[in-house]
Each structure stands twice: as structure tokens, then as C-alpha cells.
């Protein structure tokens, strides 16, 4: 078992991605609003925040509350998981509570972030991520912990990259080895078709194709965000189009 140790985050680097934005993240793959004030309390008391963990690690147990993990001396540790999460698995599931986040995680090794937070004379740990398997989750403060910064446009953004999966509300691409995942949540216009959405398109979309999305907003994320979840970027909010540039297939916002 290997932990490595991030230490406290930089809070001016933290302010530079507002709770606004982390909200729009959220609506861009919900269709039910959510409100900062549905956030769980870790949203807020980052200058309570000691140090932040990576641990590859063991979970031995999963409750309605927490999950108890293996330490770097062996020790077993409970940490924290009320809340709310974002879920990453065959789709995303935004503003998800633990009770059902909690049907994700099993008994078997994962790759933890840990946050230890000191209140006074008392040390709590609380579990801010964790990818097991094909399933990654985070809690919206990890976001905005290490995201590097928020790239906005009123026109738009054309970034494109090699299609490298495809989720049932997403898609990855990749580009000089950095992943973005992208919102397909929504309704679209195909090009020579009708309204559609992209579970009725997406197998127009094959692994391989090269793709350009026309976008407004990109959250990029900090290095070490990146190599515990294997994502660089989050892309949402369309008023152009996801064109395949391998197949010809174009979707515009309805």
C-alpha cells in the first residue's frame, strides 16, 4: 500500500473556481436543479483542512456513513462520506447522497483522497474521492479544490481530440495524452435529421473518431486531480455543435 501525501491546499489557488461554477457543472448533467445550499458542509470549511491524502489503498467496510480503509501502517481508519457526490461510471450521476453513492463502492482495493480536517482539539477524516475499478466519485468540493482554472466564452471554444469512450450522458476525448470528459446530456438537432437525444445518436459516434465540440465552458484540472482520476478537463454548455469530423455527424443545441 502506498500513500502519498498532498498537503494543504493553496486556498488562493482554490478561490480561483467560484461555487457557481461547480453548481453549473452539476446542472450540466442533471435535469433536477442544484442549489448550493443542497451542498454537503465540506463545501465550505477548507481553511479547517490540515493536510489531503492519496492513498491506494483497501476498503474493508462500507456503512451509511462512512468507509473504513486500510492505512500506511495498517491501521484501520473510518473516514467521513455524508454527503453529496458525483458519480462517474457508465454515466454521470451528479448531486448523488452517500446512502445511494454508496451502492458503488465494494470490499476490494481503490485509490482514496483523504482530507484530515482539525476543529479545536478534535481530528476528523473525511473521504472527498475515490476510483475503484471503472467507477470513479467526488464530492463537488474536490472540483474546486484542484481545479487550475475556468476557461469562459460568450462565442465558444472548438476543442478536439480522439473519441475514447462513450458514457450514456458523456463522452472522453483525448488529445497530446490529456482527457477531457464531456456533457451530451440534453436534446440535439441532428444535421439532415430531427430532434434527438444522444443515447439515439451515439453509435453514430465510434472510439477512434476525431472529434471537435463547440463549447463555453472548461474546467481544468490541477496534475494531481489528473492522475488520481485519469480526467484533465470538464466540458459543458453548447450553442454550437459535437461534430464527428471522422463520420460526418453533426449535432447542433436544440
Known amino acids: 500500500m502506498n500513500a502519498l501525501r498532498i498537503g494543504k491546499p493553496d486556498l488562493k489557488l482554490v478561490a480561483i473556481v467560484s461555487a457557481a461554477v461547480i453548481v453549473a457543472i452539476m446542472l450540466a448533467t442533471s435535469s433536477a436543479y442544484a442549489s448550493p445550499a443542497n451542498f454537503d458542509i465540506m463545501a465550505k470549511p477548507l481553511e479547517a483542512v490540515k493536510s489531503l491524502d492519496v492513498l491506494e489503498t483497501k476498503i474493508v467496510s462500507v456503512d451509511n456513513s462512512s468507509i473504513t480503509v486500510i492505512g500506511e501502517d495498517d491501521e484501520e481508519i473510518s473516514l467521513l462520506a455524508k454527503g453529496k457526490w458525483i458519480i462517474i461510471s457508465d454515466e454521470i450521476i451528479p448531486?448523488?447522497?452517500?446512502?445511494?453513492?454508496?451502492?458503488?463502492?465494494?470490499?476490494?482495493?481503490?485509490?482514496?483522497?483523504?482530507?484530515?480536517?482539525?476543529?479545536?482539539?478534535?481530528?476528523?477524516?473525511?473521504?472527498?474521492?475515490?476510483?475503484?475499478?471503472?467507477?470513479?466519485?467526488?464530492?463537488?468540493?474536490?472540483l474546486k479544490v484542484y481545479a487550475a482554472g475556468h476557461r469562459h466564452t460568450k462565442t465558444y471554444m472548438g476543442p478536439?481530440?480522439?473519441?475514447?469512450?462513450?458514457?450514456?450522458?458523456?463522452?472522453?476525448?483525448?488529445?497530446?495524452?490529456?482527457?477531457?470528459?464531456?456533457?451530451?446530456?440534453?436534446?440535439?438537432?441532428?444535421?439532415?435529421?430531427?430532434?434527438?437525444?444522444?443515447?439515439?445518436?451515439?453509435?453514430?459516434?465510434?472510439?477512434?473518431?476525431?472529434?471537435?465540440?463547440?463549447?463555453?465552458?472548461?474546467?481544468?484540472?490541477?496534475?494531481?486531480?489528473?492522475?488520481?482520476?485519469?480526467?484533465?478537463?470538464?466540458?459543458?454548455?453548447?450553442?454550437?455543435?459535437?461534430?464527428?469530423?471522422?463520420?460526418?455527424?453533426?449535432?447542433?443545441?436544440?
Not at 105 to 132: D, F, P, W
Not at 186 to 206: L, M, N, P, R
Request: with cysteine.
Open 95 to 142: 448531486k448523488t447522497g452517500w446512502v445511494d453513492a454508496m451502492r458503488y463502492v465494494n470490499e476490494s482495493e481503490a485509490v482514496v483522497v483523504m482530507a484530515t480536517i482539525t476543529r479545536g482539539n478534535e481530528t476528523h477524516y473525511i473521504c472527498l474521492g475515490l476510483k475503484q475499478g471503472e467507477v470513479m466519485m467526488f464530492r463537488p468540493i474536490l
Open 160 to 254: 478536439r481530440g480522439e473519441l475514447v469512450e462513450k458514457g450514456k450522458n458523456y463522452m472522453v476525448l483525448e488529445n497530446d495524452g490529456r482527457r477531457v470528459i464531456a456533457s451530451t446530456r440534453g436534446k440535439w438537432i441532428e444535421a439532415g435529421g430531427g430532434e434527438v437525444t444522444w443515447s439515439d445518436v451515439a453509435d453514430e459516434f465510434h472510439v477512434g473518431d476525431t472529434v471537435r465540440l463547440f463549447c463555453h465552458n472548461i474546467l481544468v484540472m490541477r496534475k494531481e486531480f489528473s492522475d488520481v482520476f485519469g480526467i484533465d478537463a470538464f466540458i459543458w454548455g453548447y450553442s454550437g455543435a459535437i461534430i464527428d469530423l471522422t463520420s460526418g455527424t453533426a449535432l447542433s443545441r436544440a
